[in-house]
């Protein structure tokens, strides 16, 4: 079993940044790949951005390249999103997710996820 914590979302003006937090309990968390979606209203959910277990490799959504960028500390069991130059259209619940199996596809195989975290970007 695999427990995640999102937290770091909040009210923000186009522009600015913000990060968001992952924190894991329950296993080693070096042994999960590790992602974050986001789902908007009246959208579907999209992965915005996922990270190796060793942190080697990395994928970002093409919105979102440039601006995001992932990271995780294994001694701390968390991952993060830092966000920058955010825009209205990034406002989403943010969902940390988490996989144990093995594969090169960033979409699938998550099998726990948090909570959600809300971002809202004010224009």
């Known amino acids: 079993q695999v427990q995640l914590v999102e937290s770091g979302g909040g009210l923000v003006q186009a522009g600015d940044s913000l990060r968001l937090s992952c924190a894991a309990s329950?296993?080693?968390?070096?042994?999960?790949?590790m992602g974050w979606f986001r789902q908007a209203p009246g959208k579907e959910r999209e992965l915005v951005a996922a990270?190796?277990?060793?942190?080697?490799?990395?994928y970002y959504a093409d919105s979102v390249k440039g601006r995001f960028t992932i990271s995780r500390d294994n001694t701390k069991n968390a991952m993060y999103l830092q966000m920058s130059s955010l825009e209205p259209e990034d406002t989403a619940v943010y969902y940390c997710?988490?996989?144990?199996?093995?594969?090169?596809?960033?979409?699938?195989?998550?099998?726990?996820w948090g909570q959600g975290t809300q971002v809202t970007v004010s224009s």
């Open positions: 990270i190796s277990r060793g942190a080697l490799r990395t």
């Open positions: 997710a988490a996989k144990s199996g093995y594969g090169t596809n960033w979409y699938v195989g998550y099998d726990y």
């Open positions: 329950g296993r080693t968390f070096s042994s999960l790949g």
